[in-house]
């Protein structure tokens, strides 16, 4: 593993052909632990957009936040922390709806006792 | 009187066997089941033996319960009853075949049905006009030939589309393929019937030497396909897959690709049979793939096993 294109900042790698080379196994694997702790780091500290709390989370997480930055792209350390705020929302969303579905249950279920007395 | 109620209360327990659910069928094929009424199927179906006296004492007072008292005249016949029953023509072993056709049959159509549904959805996409997914293209392939629709035919193709700087489905997705690759390769004793390909969506940095070590590292038996700008694009249009890929792309510039998470399964024909997705796991989609290609070998269509 000699390479990592985004961390040294420089020219990124390229193919002989005019490619651009994408990370292999390895470094997306180096990239997707650094996410992993970064984002346990905001679990700890009750931050959930990346994005918008930078500041917070660059102050609290500072460790992770290098390392997840320095493993991995700068578009892809965007998209993780967009994804990770898709993804409560999404959560909480399901959760509400599932909630919701229950509450009409009952209700439907008190009605049809009502009616049958 | 004796061996009709025996034969109903054999037709209550294959019923029972039979009328499985979800198998609406076995109702069409065997009507005369609808001649034992709906409580005595019950009554005889609880009744497990009914050759013990007291099962089918209870069943004659079931089958009796409009008057309360001839059931129990009858009653006193039971030891002439449970006699002559034994040497009736419908013995165990009569029966047992009659559930084991019975099963058979069910069996039998419920693998029918299920592959006649298949292709009821396979011929969907057939037929008068164009083909919903997929068409004609024209893009080259890792040693720079020219590749196009053309080629798919004679297969059953598996058709992905990515891009080699994609953060997380993409490896997961390539993933999930190179199990699939090697279930349908091991249930097809690796004819080459089945041809799975990767369309990059990103053409300015996939490049054939990109996309051959990207693919090594998933599966040796993905193709990798590239070209233009103009041809990805429109090979995307034919297989309806959104492309938002950048034109203008400045060297060293960091970008991702939107893309369709979805596999497409295509015939020989080059026709779109079926969609793989995220939900679905290696075995739920090898299965599926299968069940494809083994119903286009049972009749005899013609492949390219080359």
Known sequence: MGWLPWSSGGEPNKASDGGRIAPDRTSRKRCWEGRDIFFACLDRNDILDGIKDDKEARRKCAKEVEEFEAACSATWVKYFKEKRVMEYNRDQTIARIKKEDAATVQELKSQGRSTSN | ?306
């Not at chain 2, 034994?86 to 029966?95: D, E, L, N, V």
């Open chain 2, 1 to 306: 009187m004796s061996s009709s109620l025996r034969m109903a209360g054999l037709f209550g327990q294959a019923a029972r066997v039979i009328s499985v659910p979800e198998f609406s069928q076995s109702h069409r094929i065997l009507p005369f089941l609808r001649s034992t009424s709906r409580s005595q199927c019950r009554a005889y179906s609880q009744a497990q033996r009914p050759r013990s006296t007291q099962n089918i004492k209870s069943a004659l007072e079931l089958r009796n319960n409009f008057s309360t008292s001839a059931s129990y005249a009858r009653a006193k016949t039971m030891g002439q009853l449970k006699q002559r029953n034994s040497t009736g023509p419908f013995s165990w072993k009569a029966a047992l075949l009659f559930v084991l056709t019975g099963a058979g049959m069910m069996i039998y159509f419920r693998v029918e049905k299920a592959r006649l549904e298949r292709k009821r959805i396979a011929e969907m996409s057939k037929g008068v006009g164009k083909p919903k997914v997929g068409g004609p293209f024209t893009l080259k392939d890792l040693d720079g030939k020219e590749f196009t629709a053309e080629d798919l035919k004679g297969k059953y193709s598996f058709v992905y589309f990515g891009f080699t700087h994609c953060p997380d489905i993409c490896p997961d997705e390539l993933d999930k393929m190179a199990e699939i690759i090697d279930k349908v390769k091991e249930a097809t004793k690796d004819d080459k019937v089945f041809l799975p390909v990767f369309i990059t969506c990103d053409p300015a940095r996939d490049s054939p030497e990109v996309l051959r070590e990207y693919l090594k590292e998933f599966h040796p038996g993905i193709v990798g396909l590239t070209g233009t700008y103009e041809q990805v694009k429109n090979v995307c249009k034919q297989y309806r897959v959104y492309f938002s890929t950048p034109r203008d792309v400045k060297p060293g510039e960091d970008y991702l690709v939107d893309h369709s998470i979805y596999f497409y399964l295509m015939d020989p024909d080059n026709d779109f049979v079926e969609c793989i997705g995220r939900q679905d796991t290696p075995e739920s989609a090898s299965r599926v793939i299968l069940e494809h290609i083994n119903d286009w070998k049972r009749e005899g269509k013609p492949l390219k096993l080359e």
